[in-house]
């Protein structure tokens, strides 16, 4: 340990400082010249979250300007419905979108409720800022944005952003705008994509085809949320171009989220044996055994995680059983409804690779947490 008055060396510096949040890195860098220089490190910032909502209003852009052209993978969460944190978000994102030479990655984060009727014109005119000017950005994470996103978005990340590995769109909202004609756009734009998040609305026949070419770069992931009006009535997908997809690209991992928008003619629809399922995730209003026992007959190589949402019955816990049987595969289970011990058993059994699990066996106050397998 230094002694008082003995200076820490600039690396040790360095790494203590990656890890603080920004107002105690301003701190820090007020302390003396040699704590501002490490503080200015181009290390410091290459991995950066941000809170907007932590952060002190005025202490962003003053001491970010200088450290912006420095950051490389940025995770920036803010609170829509708090005036100030949405405008240090805004203010960030449009000042990034003029120092963005080495920008690879940004996720972006809201916190709490979003107000009514916010269609969030002000924080999307800043994505597509910083869309126009990042011509490195390989990732780009909006699943937890709530507003609308729509099709200049996608073509405007298309035409700045031809490196990109990873675009999520699929997030929590209540209408599908973007046109698979536009995603279409994109795949053709962005050769290297390996990882693509969709509302099921906007994934075509068409699209696949694009996947399945021969020429095609190694796809690894296409994450699909069923949750709008315009999902339920999405056309169906046909086996036989999703079995294309799979010979093209073995490893595809295939995640579905599917809301209770959906009516079970379309929940039919769009779980087809071909679909190499890694993840599973059912919120349904209807009936949630027939796509359990789907996935326990067609899923067994594949499946990974498995999430329910649903009432409790006797004919869920058989389902249930039936997949532990069958999913020897799984790494995490989470059941919010209340199951027989037999269930429990099945999965302690069958599932050797059981990462985590939620599986309560007596009613218990929410919030519901995981048991890690030790």
Not at 24 to 32: H, M, Q
Not at 91 to 115: D, Y
Not at 165 to 177: E, K, Q
Not at 227 to 249: F, I, K
Request: proline share 8%.
């Amino acid at each position: 340990m230094a002694e008082p008055g003995e200076q820490l060396p600039e690396e040790v510096l360095v790494l203590i400082l990656r890890y603080l949040p920004l107002r105690d890195r301003v701190a820090a860098a007020r302390v003396c010249r040699a704590w501002a220089v490490a503080a200015a490190c181009s290390v410091v910032w290459r991995d950066t979250t941000i809170s907007c909502d932590c952060e002190r209003e005025g202490t962003l852009l003053p001491y970010l300007s200088a450290c912006l052209d420095h950051v490389h993978n940025l995770r920036l969460e803010f609170e829509p419905s708090k005036e100030p944190s949405r405008r240090a978000a805004t203010e960030l994102l449009n000042a990034l979108a003029g120092h963005t030479p080495g920008l690879r990655s940004l996720r972006l984060e809201c916190r709490g409720e979003k107000p009514l009727f916010d269609a969030g014109r002000d924080i999307l005119d800043a994505v597509h800022a910083v869309c126009r000017a990042a011509c490195a950005l390989r990732h780009l994470d909006l699943r937890r944005l709530p507003f609308t996103l729509d099709d200049a978005l996608v073509l405007q990340a298309a035409r700045g952003c031809p490196e990109l590995r990873s675009l999520f769109l699929d997030n929590c909202t209540l209408v599908g705008s973007v046109r698979p004609d536009s995603v279409l756009e994109l795949l053709e734009a962005c050769p290297r994509l390996r990882a693509l998040g969709l509302h099921l609305a906007s994934l075509s026949d068409t699209a696949l085809q694009v996947l399945a070419a021969p020429d095609r770069a190694p796809f690894a992931l296409l994450a699909l949320r069923c949750a709008c009006p315009e999902d339920a009535r999405a056309p169906p997908l046909p086996d036989e171009a999703w079995a294309a997809v799979r010979r093209r690209h073995p490893g595809l991992a295939v995640e579905l989220e599917l809301e209770p928008a959906l009516p079970a003619e379309s929940v039919t629809r769009v779980l087809q044996p071909a679909v190499p399922v890694a993840a599973l995730r059912l919120s349904l209003s209807g009936d949630t055994v027939g796509p359990v026992c789907f996935a326990a007959r067609h899923c067994a190589a594949t499946l990974r995680a498995l999430e329910v949402r649903a009432a409790a019955s006797a004919e869920l816990d058989a389902a249930l059983e039936l997949l532990a049987a069958r999913c020897a595969g799984l790494r995490e289970v989470h059941c919010f409804c209340v199951v027989r011990p037999s269930v429990l058993h099945a999965f302690r059994t069958h599932c050797p690779r059981l990462r985590s699990y939620t599986l309560k066996l007596t009613r218990e106050p929410h919030p519901w947490l995981p048991t890690p397998v030790a």
